[in-house]
C-alpha cells in the first residue's frame, strides 16, 4: 500500500501504538534530541514521537522507522525478507529458460508490473507545492541541533535529487544539510557518492547545478534515497516497487528538476562549482564519534514549497543503535538476494550488526564447497558497490546462524588460526571512519571461521594450547598498565583496558603479553582505553571496530610449542604524542548535563510513559575534553 504523506504513516502507526504525540514544548535544539536517544536504545527502539510544539507551525516527526515494526509498516511488508524473495521470485520468472510460447505469455504479468512502478511526470501542481514561498526562509522549520558540538542546526533527513547533466539519469541520495543562513546550507556529499559525481560534471561544464530537497511524503521514498542502488538504477523505481505504486513527480518552480509530487516539503536550489566551499560540521554521526568539520559545497536555496498540512521529519545518529540501524537491517534483508543473483551464488545470508554502525563489520554465510572459497568471497564483497567500505568481515558455514553473535563469537575462537586464516587487504574506507591512517584509503580484516578442508589444513596447523589458568590479580599486579580484564566470556578471547603512558607503549606491551605462558591458550587479546567497560561487549564491539586500522592495529605472533598462534588488536583512541596518528581523533557523541537534566525535570510532564535515563550517562567517561577533536 502506498502511503500518501507524513500525516498518513502518523495514522498507520497510531493504529499499530506506534507513536507517541508530545504536546509540551520541547526544543528542537538539543532537547529532542535527548528525548529520542532513550527511546531508540529502549527495547527494541521504542516508539516514534511526533512533537507537535516544537516553536514552528511544523510538527517534527522522528524515529517513526526506528523499529523493526516500523520499518516494516513504513515499507508495508510483514518481515523485511519478504521484499528479497519478491525479487529472486521476478529475477527467476525473467531469466529462466521458456520453452513454448505460452510460457513466454506467463512473464506478460510480471513485465506488466514492473512497468506500473516506473516513475511518472504529472502536469500541473503536486500537493507538495500547495505553499509557494518565493522569499525562502530555512528558519521557519523546526530544524534540528542534535548535539552539543555540532556546527549549526542540520537538516538530517533530505531526498537531495541531482541529474546527471549528460544523461539526465536522476539520482536520490541522502547528504546532510548544515543551515548557515535562512536561504545557504552545506551538501555533505561525498567523494564516492552520486551527487559528487554530478557535481564534478557540472563543474567541468562551468554550470551551475540545479538541486531540489524533498522531505517527508510515503516513507519509502525517505528508504529509496538511502538504497545503495548503483548509478543506473532509479531510486524512484525501488520504491514504486515497494509501494506496489509508481512515484508522481512534478516539475520544481524555481528549477529544471522533478520531485515527488506527495512529498511534505520541497527545497529548491543550486550548487556552483565555480564558487569556494563553505566549512561544514562538526556532527554527532552514526558512527558514534563526531565527524570533523570540512569544507563542502554551498547550496543557495531559491524556493520553498510544502503541502498546508506539511510535517518535517527528521531523525538522529549517534551511538548504535539508533534509527539509522534499522533503516540499514531493511537494506541488508533486501539486498541480500541481489547480491546472491548477480554476485556471489554460493552466499547463503549475512548480517551487519548494529554495533558495526553499517560498514565496520558484516558477518556473510556461504555454502563453501572448495579450499580458499571465504577469501574468494572476501575479496569479491570488497569490490562490490557499497560493500567496498567494509572493514571487518567475517564468513561462516552454511549451518550457522549470522544473527547470533555469542555463538558466532564462540565460533570464531574455536576455528580461527590468527596465523592462516586471518586476512589484510588495504582498499577504500568510509569518509567517516576516523581510524585510518590517511583519509578514506585504509587496510580490511577478513576472518575465515569457516570449517577447513584438508588443503587448507596442511597450512593451518591450529593447535589446542595447555590450559593454563590466567591469575587475573597476578597478570595486573605484573602489569601495571591494565585497568580491568575480562577473560569470562570465552577463554580464547582475553579483552584488556589499558592506560597507555608513552610513545611506543602498546608496542612494547603487547611484545611482553606474547611471551607469558600463561596466556599460551588465548587467541584474541583486544586493548581497549581504561574509560571502556570491557565487561559490555556490545561497547566492545562497536569501540574496537571503529577505533582500528586493522592491519595497522594488528600484531599477529606466530604459534610456538604448545601454543596457539595469537593476535593482540590495539582498539584504544589514537594521538600524535602516544600513537604518532596524524589526524584529528574525534569525540563520541553525548548530551552535556545542561541537557539531560532538563529532559530528567520535564519527563513526567511530557507524558512519555516510565522515565528513560539518559544513555549519555553510560558513554561520557570516554569523552576527553569537551569539543568534537578528543584532548
Given amino acids: 500500500m502506498a502511503i500518501k504523506s507524513l500525516n498518513h504513516f502518523i495514522d498507520i502507526l497510531e493504529e499499530n501504538n506506534e507513536l507517541i504525540r508530545i504536546k509540551e514544548f520541547v526544543s528542537p535544539e ?15 527502539g521504542g516508539k516514534a514521537l511526533l512533537f507537535e510544539n516544537n516553536g514552528t507551525g511544523f510538527p517534527v516527526l522522528i524515529n517513526s522507522m526506528g523499529s523493526e515494526k516500523r520499518i516494516c509498516l513504513a515499507l508495508g511488508v510483514e518481515n523485511l525478507d519478504d521484499i528479497g524473495k519478491e525479487i529472486e521470485n521476478i529475477f527467476s520468472d525473467l531469466v529462466s529458460p521458456k520453452a513454448n510460447l505460452l510460457d513466454k505469455l506467463k512473464l506478460l504479468p510480471t513485465l506488466s508490473n514492473i512497468s506500473s512502478w516506473m516513475p511518472k511526470l504529472i502536469s500541473g501542481r503536486g500537493k507538495c507545492q500547495e505553499i509557494i514561498i518565493n522569499d525562502p526562509d530555512l528558519n521557519k522549520f523546526p530544524v534540528l541541533k542534535c548535539w552539543p558540538n555540532d556546527g549549526g542546526p542540520f537538516v538530517t533527513l533530505p531526498m537531495v535529487i541531482t541529474k546527471d547533466p549528460h544523461t539526465e539519469m536522476r539520482n536520490v541520495g541522502m547528504y546532510r544539510m548544515q543551515i548557515f543562513d535562512k536561504n545557504l546550507t552545506g551538501m555533505h556529499w561525498h567523494k564516492h557518492k552520486t551527487g559528487a559525481r554530478h557535481f564534478e560534471e557540472y563543474k567541468k561544464q562551468q554550470r551551475k547545478m540545479p538541486v531540489a530537497v524533498a522531505l517527508g511524503g510515503d516513507p519509502a521514498l525517505t528508504y529509496g534515497a538511502t538504497a545503495p542502488l548503483p548509478d543506473n538504477v532509479d531510486e524512484y523505481l525501488l520504491t514504486g516497487f515497494l509501494r506496489k505504486q509508481k512515484v508522481e513527480l512534478v516539475k520544481c ?23 569556494d566551499f563553505i566549512l561544514e560540521g562538526p556532527f554527532g554521526d552514526h558512527t558514534g564519534f563526531y565527524s570533523l568539520a570540512d569544507m563542502y559545497p554551498k547550496f543557495h536555496v531559491t524556493c520553498i514549497t510544502h ?3 506539511a510535517i518535517y521529519p527528521a531523525t538522529i545518529v549517534g551511538i548504535p543503535p539508533m534509527e539509522d540501524a534499522w533503516i540499514g537491517k531493511a537494506t541488508e534483508r533486501i539486498f541480500l538476494s541481489p547480491i546472491k543473483l548477480a554476485v556471489l551464488p554460493e552466499i547463503i545470508d549475512y548480517d551487519l550488526p548494529f554495533e558495526g554502525v553499517a560498514h565496520n563489520i558484516v558477518i556473510v554465510k556461504i555454502n563453501k564447497t572448495f579450499p580458499g572459497q571465504a577469501f574468494k568471497v572476501m575479496n569479491a564483497l ?11 568481515m567475517i564468513i561462516v558455514d552454511y549451518d550457522i546462524d549470522v544473527h547470533d553473535y555469542k555463538n558466532i563469537t564462540k565460533l570464531i575462537s574455536e576455528n580461527v588460526n590468527p596465523e592462516n586464516d586471518i586476512h589484510f587487504i588495504n582498499g577504500p574506507m568510509d569518509v567517516l571512519d576516523h581510524s585510518s591512517s590517511s583519509p578514506t584509503y585504509g587496510s580490511k580484516m577478513g576472518i575465515d571461521a569457516t570449517t577447513k578442508f584438508n588443503e587448507e589444513l596442511e597450512h593451518n ?3 589446542v594450547a595447555q590450559n593454563h589458568n590466567i591469575d587475573i590479580v597476578q597478570l595486573k599486579n605484573k602489569f601495571k598498565e591494565i585497568v580491568n580484564v575480562n577473560h569470562d566470556f570465552d577463554k580464547r578471547i582475553l579483552i584488556l583496558s589499558v592506560k597507555k603512558e608513552s610513545r611506543k607503549h602498546t608496542h612494547n606491551f603487547i611484545n611482553l603479553m606474547s ?7 588465548v587467541k584474541f587479546c583486544v586493548l581497549t582505553d581504561e574509560s571502556v567497560d570491557v565487561n559490555d561487549l556490545n561497547m566492545i564491539t562497536w569501540i574496537a571496530s571503529g577505533n582500528i586500522d586493522p592491519k595497522r592495529d594488528s600484531v599477529i605472533i606466530n604459534e610456538k610449542e604448545e601454543a596457539c598462534s595469537k593476535i593482540f588488536i590495539d582498539a584504544t583512541a589514537k594521538s600524535l604524542e602516544k600513537d604518532d596518528f596524524k589526524r584529528k581523533w574525534p569525540n563520541i557523541v553525548v548530551s552535556d548535563d545542561i541537557t539531560i537534566v532538563k529532559i530528567d525535570n520535564i519527563w513526567a510532564d511530557l507524558n512519555l510513559g516510565d522515565f528513560i535515563e539518559s544513555p549519555s550517562l553510560k558513554y561520557r567517561k570516554m569523552n576527553t575534553g569537551n569539543g568534537a577533536i578528543a584532548e
Fill in 307 to 309: 503541502r498546508k498540512n
Fill in 382 to 392: 570488497w569490490g562490490a558497490g557499497q560493500m567496498m567500505f567494509n572493514k571487518i
Fill in 30 to 44: 538539543l532537547e529532542i534530541t535527548e528525548i529520542v536517544d532513550r527511546f531508540s536504545k529502549s527495547g527494541n
Fill in 461 to 463: 596447523n591450529n593447535p
Fill in 253 to 275: 518552480i524555481t528549477q529544471d528538476i522533478e520531485v515527488p509530487a506527495d512529498a511534505d516539503i520541497i527545497i529548491e536550489g543550486y550548487v556552483d562549482p565555480q564558487e
Fill in 515 to 521: 611471551e607469558q605462558k600463561e596466556l599460551s591458550q
